[in-house]
C-alpha cells in the first residue's frame, strides 16, 4: 500500500476522482481555499469528462456560452452563443493548466474500488494497474453520464462492420457513401445526424421515441458583444446573471406547472411542420407524451436531415442484428455497412462500475438496491467523508449543470471546515436525515413533469426519480451553503 505523495507536495488530504467539469471545479476551488493537499485520479490520458470523449460531428452543449462555465473561472472568449464541443474542452485545458493542476492529476488511473477503513477513518482507493492512494477524504467527480449504454440486441456481436457508442466516436471510419445505421434519437442523435447525413449513401435511423425538438437560437457571437464581454466592468457578469434567470424561469413549468409547456408544444409543431412537408413522415416523429417528460431538444438541422432524399426513420422495433444488416419485428433487412449506438448512458448505475464500500463493509450498491439516494445529492449515510458531485437528484432539465456543480463544491468546503473547525476525523450524515430529505424530493417529484407517463433514463427501474432536482436551482445553491452540524455523526 502506498500513501500519494509523489504527484502532489504534501501528503494527500483528499482524493478527487475525474477531470470533468465537477472533478477540475473541486480542484480550483480547494486551491483557491489554501489547500494543496489533494490528488485527482483520472482514468483516460486526458481531463475534461464529458467535453473530452464525446468527439462525435457536430458535439456541442444546449446551455448557452456565457452560462456553461465556473463562475469563478470566467471565459468571456466564447465564440458561439452555445459552445461546441472543441471549445469547451479548450476551456476546460486553459482552466487546469491556468491553476496549476496538473501536477495533482494522475492520468490513466482508473479507479476500481474504493474502501472505507473506520479506524483509520481514510480512504483507501485502487486502480485497474493495482496503485493505491490513501486519504481521509473522497470526492467522486465521475458524472452521471460516463459510461455508455448498450442496447441487448441479439447478434450484435456479429455485426462485420464497423460499430461504436456515439459517446466513443471512432474518427477512423469513414462514412462516406457508406449506409450508415443509427440507434436512438435523444440529445446526441439530434447533433450528428444532420452533419453525417451531409455525406454518408444513406443513413437508416432506427427511432423508438421521438423526441420533442425546438428552435435554437444559435450563432457567432458579434464582435461588439465581445468587446462588452471582456472589456466592460461588470458587463460579462450581468449578461451571465440574466441568462440564468431567463432559464430559470423553465424551472416552473417543469417542477409546478407542467401546463404552461402546451404552448412549447404549439411552437415544436410548428418546427417540424415547416421542415417537413411529407405528412407521413411528420406523424412518425410526433411525439405522443408531454414535452419536457423527457429531455427537450434544441435543434434546427434535425427535422431537414430527416426530410433528405438519403435518410429513413424507421420506427419498428429492431428484433435482431445481422452480419451486414438490422433486422426489425415487421420482418425487413435493413442492409448497413455500419452501426452508430447513440443509446444513452447507464445513468441509473450512479457511479457503477466502481465498487464503494463504506462503514461495516456495506457498498454503495448495497445501500442503493432500491434506487440511488443521497442527502443533499452529496453525501450518503454509511459512507463517511465521502461527497458525491453530480450524485442523485442534482440533474437538470432547466438550467446550467455548472451551477449545480458549484453549489456542491460549496457544501464539500464547508464541510471540510467544519470538519477542522471541530478538529473531528469523519462525519457521517444522519440516516433519518437523508430519508426525510428524499420523502420530501419524493413529495416534490409526484408533481412534476417526468412523472407525466413517458419512459426516460430519469426514472429507475421502480419508476422513482432518482437523477433529477425538482425545484428552482436557487434553491439548491441556499440548501448547499452551509452545514447544519447536528445533522450528522462526528468521528473524533
Ligand atoms: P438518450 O437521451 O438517453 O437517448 C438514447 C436514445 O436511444 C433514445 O432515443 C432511446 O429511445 C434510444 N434507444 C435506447 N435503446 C434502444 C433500443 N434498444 N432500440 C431503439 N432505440 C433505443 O441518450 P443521449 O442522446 O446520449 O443523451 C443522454 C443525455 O446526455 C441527455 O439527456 C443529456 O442530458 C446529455 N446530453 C446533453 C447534450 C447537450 O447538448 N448538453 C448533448 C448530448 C447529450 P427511448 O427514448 O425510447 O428510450
Not at 273 to 280: G, L, M, R, T
Not at 344 to 373: H, N
Request: glycine share 8%; with cysteine; proline share 5%.
Amino acid at each position: 500500500m502506498r500513501q500519494v505523495t509523489s504527484a502532489v507536495a504534501t501528503p494527500a488530504g483528499i482524493i478527487i476522482v475525474g477531470t470533468g467539469f465537477a472533478g477540475l471545479g473541486m480542484a480550483i476551488r480547494l486551491k483557491r481555499a489554501g489547500r494543496e493537499d489533494f490528488v485527482v485520479l483520472e482514468r483516460a490520458h486526458d481531463l475534461g469528462g464529458t467535453w473530452r470523449d464525446n468527439v462525435y460531428p457536430g458535439c456541442a452543449c444546449d446551455i448557452p456560452s456565457e452560462l456553461y462555465s465556473f463562475s469563478f473561472e470566467r471565459n468571456v472568449r466564447w465564440s458561439r452563443v452555445y459552445p461546441t464541443q472543441p471549445e469547451l474542452h479548450a476551456y476546460l485545458r486553459e482552466s487546469a493548466r491556468k491553476n496549476d493542476l496538473h501536477r495533482h492529476i494522475r492520468f490513466h488511473s482508473e479507479v476500481t474500488e474504493a474502501r472505507y477503513d473506520e479506524r483509520a477513518a481514510s480512504w483507501s482507493v485502487t486502480t485497474r494497474t493495482g496503485e493505491t492512494f490513501v486519504a481521509p477524504v473522497l470526492i467522486s467527480g465521475m458524472g452521471a453520464l460516463s459510461n455508455p449504454a448498450f442496447p441487448d440486441l441479439p447478434g450484435s456481436a456479429g455485426f462485420a462492420g464497423p460499430s461504436f457508442h456515439a459517446s466513443r466516436w471512432d474518427h477512423a471510419v469513414d462514412f462516406t457513401g457508406k449506409r450508415v445505421a443509427v440507434i436512438g434519437t435523444g440529445a446526441s442523435a439530434v447533433q450528428f445526424v444532420p452533419e453525417i447525413a451531409k455525406f454518408v449513401e444513406r443513413l437508416t435511423l432506427f427511432q423508438r421515441t421521438p423526441p420533442w425538438v425546438l428552435p435554437k437560437f444559435d450563432g457567432p457571437i458579434g464582435s461588439r458583444k465581445r468587446r462588452l464581454l471582456r472589456s466592460v466592468p461588470g458587463y460579462a457578469a450581468a449578461s451571465r446573471a440574466a441568462l440564468y434567470w431567463l432559464l430559470e424561469i423553465r424551472a416552473l413549468a417543469f417542477t409546478r406547472a407542467p401546463d404552461i409547456l402546451k404552448y412549447a408544444e404549439g411552437l415544436a409543431r410548428a418546427h417540424v411542420a415547416k421542415a417537413i412537408v411529407d405528412p407521413a413522415l411528420r406523424a412518425r416523429v410526433a411525439p405522443h407524451y408531454r414535452m419536457g417528460c423527457k429531455r427537450v431538444l434544441i435543434s434546427n438541422d434535425y427535422y431537414p436531415a430527416l426530410a433528405r432524399e438519403n435518410v429513413d426513420v424507421v420506427t419498428q422495433a429492431i428484433e435482431r442484428i445481422e452480419t451486414s444488416a438490422i433486422v426489425t419485428r415487421d420482418g425487413v433487412r435493413h442492409l448497413v455497412d455500419a452501426i452508430v449506438y447513440a443509446t444513452g448512458f447507464r445513468a441509473q448505475d450512479g457511479i457503477a462500475p466502481v465498487r464503494i464500500v463504506g462503514s461495516g463493509g456495506r457498498t454503495l450498491e448495497q445501500a442503493w438496491r432500491d434506487g440511488m439516494s443521497a442527502y443533499l445529492g452529496t453525501s450518503v449515510a454509511g459512507f463517511p467523508n465521502f461527497f458525491l458531485l453530480i450524485g442523485p437528484n442534482t440533474g437538470l432539465g432547466h438550467n446550467s449543470m455548472i451551477y449545480m456543480i458549484e453549489s456542491q463544491i460549496n457544501y464539500v468546503l464547508a464541510a471540510l471546515r467544519t470538519l477542522r473547525r471541530r478538529r473531528a476525523r469523519a462525519f457521517d450524515v444522519r440516516p433519518g436525515v437523508q430519508a426525510a430529505f428524499n420523502a420530501k424530493l419524493a413529495r416534490k417529484l409526484a408533481g412534476t413533469i417526468w412523472q407525466t407517463g413517458c419512459k426516460s433514463w430519469y426514472l429507475d427501474r421502480n419508476g422513482h426519480n432518482t437523477t433529477l432536482w425538482p425545484d428552482f436551482t436557487f434553491e439548491f445553491r441556499r440548501r448547499t451553503k452551509r452545514i447544519h452540524p447536528r445533522r450528522y455523526v462526528w468521528f473524533a
